[in-house]
């Protein structure tokens, strides 16, 4: 007989890393998620958070946590369909609501959770799902637990979606799904053409804000307000854990849709609800986030500054449009090396490797913040020189 552990037996990579010493996963921070983390006892330029905002130890943000948890306690105990829904999680879902100018949102414990649920309620084996291939694991899990039919369609290639959308059966339920921000090449999706073909094939659209949120757009609303085709995308999804400075997630649309979803997403019937202190945190980020503008203007600036100054140094970054800048580096090793040379140069970053990039095309990924500062910057474009020359990534 065949025991199922085999497949443990011969899993070899990660020990092989850890045998060269280039493993760089896992890595302990024992700080906030500040522009400088401590690890290790030492400080380190932090260029591997979603924290776009810097929100998540703002004094305001902790203290709404702290009292949100001395009022409710530290969980729900239940699920929201039964004894978990407080006001705390209404009032939040109502404030995003505005926010997003929807009529309805429902909350999730996490962001990986609101995707799952939502699509895999939606969808049945009659139905065609249409995945930019480059599309979030969460994205691609929740169509596999909806059992519809999808087609890949080639990376932006508006051309490749519109002829699978014209292949597909007229009398098919049909969903396109997309990253507003690709959350490892940076780059955003192409909304205006998505929504173009989605009203000529009689599709609905869905689009991933997870990166776009508190980042794009005049209000900070994500890519689809950045393109101007909030009013042509039937559902957005958005996360707590990157501007908003918590953890959770949230898909806001039309009332009768979210009601229906609230009623069916497996992955938000048969979970805890979002705990007490996520909510106050959430709360106040959103008051923050909208109160004070200049923080976006702050990333962007912190933003354009990297996206000059790396090629400068000779680095590929690929044509990225979001705080996430991608240097290319080519083989997996290459880029595990390089994060563990970077953390030992005092520079945090996370490298992306095979299968979340095709072989060959492995590459560091870097992520800024509203709170970096000129000199955290220049700290890490140093260490990136000194790192990519040792590795001959440039001369």
């Keep these: 007989m065949t025991d199922l552990f085999d497949k443990v037996a011969s ?26 983390v401590m690890m290790n006892g030492r400080p380190v330029v932090m260029l591997g958070s979603n924290n776009y905002l810097g929100l998540s130890s703002h004094p305001e943000v902790k203290a709404a946590a702290a009292t949100a948890l001395e009022k409710y306690g530290t969980g729900c105990a239940g699920s929201r369909l039964l004894n978990g829904t407080l006001d705390l999680h209404v009032e939040l879902e109502e404030r995003l609501a505005r926010f997003m100018r929807r009529e309805a949102v429902i909350t999730f414990a ?34 596999r637990l909806g059992f519809a039919r999808d087609r890949k369609f080639k990376h932006n290639d508006m051309a490749d979606l519109e002829k699978k959308l014209a292949a597909a059966p007229q009398d098919a339920g049909k969903l396109i799904v997309v990253d507003g921000v690709y959350s490892m090449e940076g780059d955003l999706a192409d909304l205006p053409r998505v929504v173009e073909l989605a009203r000529r094939h009689g599709a609905r659209v869905f689009v991933d804000e997870a990166h776009g949120i508190g980042v794009l757009g005049t209000h900070g609303r994500g890519a689809c307000e950045h393109f ?32 229906y979803i609230k009623h069916n997403a497996r992955s938000a019937i048969f979970s805890a609800a979002p705990a007490p202190p996520v909510i106050g945190a959430v709360k106040k980020a959103l008051d923050i986030l909208e109160r004070e503008p200049e923080r976006r203007k702050a990333l962007w600036e912190n933003t354009d500054y990297m996206k000059a100054a790396l090629p400068a140094l000779g680095f590929q970054i690929g044509k990225p449009e979001s705080p996430v800048i991608p240097i290319l580096v080519g083989q997996d090793e290459i880029a ?20 979340a990039v095709q072989p060959g095309n492995a590459m560091i990924r870097t992520s800024y ?17 000194t790192v990519g020359r040792q590795l001959g990534v440039i001369r």
């Design 336 to 355: 595990y090396e390089m994060a563990v040379r970077l953390q030992d140069e005092g520079v945090f970053a996370n490298p992306v490797v095979s299968p």
């Design 11 to 36: 899993y070899d990579r990660v020990q092989s890393l850890r045998d060269h010493a280039i493993y760089p996963y896992y890595r302990v921070v024992s700080s906030g998620q500040d522009p400088v």
């Design 228 to 259: 101007g085709v909030e009013s042509e995308v039937d559902l957005v999804m958005g996360t707590f854990s990157k501007s908003l400075a918590s953890v959770g997630g949230f898909i806001a649309g039309s009332r009768r849709v979210i009601d």
């Design 369 to 385: 913040m509203a709170t970096h500062t000129r000199a955290h910057l220049d700290v890490a474009l140093e260490a990136l020189a």
């Design 110 to 143: 996490t962001g990986y959770q609101a995707n799952v649920g939502a699509i895999s309620s939606l969808l049945s084996r009659h139905d065609v799902v249409f995945l930019d291939n480059l599309d979030h694991a969460s994205l691609i899990d929740g169509v």
